[in-house]
């Protein structure tokens, strides 16, 4: 088992930055793909972004590329979402995911976390 607890949502303006974190326990969080995932309002959840074991290849669905940064501490057992240049149409609830292999698809994912809100204001 591995339980992730994201941290670091909150309100912000426009053209904003946010970083999201995901503390994981239990399992080794090296053995797995580290994803994130968002679903707002009346929506099905959706691929954000995901990481490879070591950190060496990085994933985005195209509507946060070059805006949002995945990466990862395994070190620290955490990982990361950075978020730059915020618009309303980024308003989710953010989770993060733990899987055996990279995926967009959220039922690959094995271990979810409870979410975190993230709300950008127009």
């Known amino acids: 088992q591995v339980q992730l607890v994201e941290s670091g949502g909150g309100l912000v303006q426009a053209g904003g930055s946010l970083r999201l974190s995901c503390a994981a326990s239990?399992?080794?969080?090296?053995?797995?793909?580290m994803g994130w995932f968002r679903q707002a309002s009346g929506k099905e959840r959706e691929f954000v972004a995901a990481?490879?074991?070591?950190?060496?290849?990085?994933y985005y669905t195209d509507s946060v590329k070059g805006r949002f940064t995945i990466s990862r501490d395994n070190a620290r057992n955490t990982g990361y979402l950075q978020m730059s240049n915020l618009k309303p149409e980024d308003t989710a609830v953010y989770y993060c995911?733990?899987?055996?292999?990279?995926?967009?698809?959220?039922?690959?994912?094995?271990?979810w976390g409870q979410g975190t809100q993230v709300t950008v204001s127009s």
């Open positions: 239990g399992r080794t969080f090296s053995n797995y793909v």
């Open positions: 995911a733990a899987g055996h292999s990279y995926a967009y698809i959220p039922s690959h994912y094995d271990y």
């Open positions: 990481i490879t074991r070591s950190g060496g290849s990085t």
